[in-house]
């Protein structure tokens, strides 16, 4: 199985600055056929389900907001908010889909400070 | 627009059985790979199973050990979860969720059933 391993567990940023998340995956998750990671964020607000912001680790989903970008190539990739918003607060989670299990990172909670 | 919409939760006692599903509409449900995600209370998510549009590729999670069965029905555009001998550790939100095939992410989720496992 593919761990995933977030960094921090939680996270207080002002409104308005960057907020960064990291994770880490157990085994690289590019695939070399298609040049493709196979990682993606999700964004759970209290109450709700998930929701997909970014796949194949840095393409934004239809509808999120450019403040939300993702990097990394291999094992270590990270989410970044540009410039964090009052709604922005959630946990966030990585997922690798490279291999089955689907594996989720533990989650970082993110709150304003 | 997607829909995904879970029924069956409720509260079990330990060792019971419960049968969950996903009605879903807005896709062409029978192209897309579905999936049962479960979130303990204050806790992460879980990937559990998975079952293609043909049902001809079915996976769960090891954590799991043979108790729950995933299927689909392609005429009503649904899903299901047998899930017995239940646990304590299986309380959870049961989240249903699509992908396009198997490798790739999870594009939509349904609001989620609860399911709690208690004497």
């Known amino acids: 199985d593919i761990v995933m391993t977030q960094s921090p567990d939680s996270l207080a940023v002002s409104l308005g600055e960057r907020a960064t998340i990291k994770c880490k995956s157990g085994?690289?998750?590019?695939?070399?056929?298609?040049?493709?990671?196979?990682l993606a964020w999700y964004q759970q607000k209290p109450g709700q389900p998930p929701k997909l912001l970014i796949s194949w680790a840095s393409t934004r989903e239809s509808g999120v907001p450019d403040r939300f970008s993702g990097s990394g190539s291999g094992t270590d990739f990270t989410l970044t908010i540009s410039s964090l918003q009052a709604e922005d607060v959630a946990v966030y989670y990585c997922q690798q889909y490279y291999s089955i299990p689907p594996l989720f990172g533990q989650g970082t909670k993110l709150e304003i400070k | 627009e997607v829909q995904l919409v879970e029924s069956g939760g409720g509260l079990v006692k330990p060792g019971g059985s419960l049968k969950l599903s996903c009605a879903t509409s807005g896709f062409n449900f029978s192209s897309y790979d579905m999936n049962w995600v479960r979130q303990a209370p204050g806790k992460g998510l879980e990937w559990v199973s998975s079952?293609?549009?043909?049902?001809?590729?079915?996976y769960y999670a090891d954590s799991l050990k043979g108790r729950f069965t995933i299927s689909r029905d392609n005429a009503k555009n649904s899903i299901h979860l047998q899930m017995n001998i239940l646990r304590a550790e299986d309380t959870a939100v049961y989240y249903c969720?699509?992908?396009?095939?198997?490798?790739?992410?999870?594009?939509?989720w349904g609001q989620g059933t609860l399911v709690t496992v208690s004497s």
């Open positions: 969720a699509t992908r396009e095939y198997i490798y790739s992410p999870l594009d939509y």
């Open positions: 079952i293609s549009g043909s049902s001809t590729d079915i």
């Open positions: 085994q690289s998750v590019f695939y070399n056929s298609n040049n493709k990671n196979y």
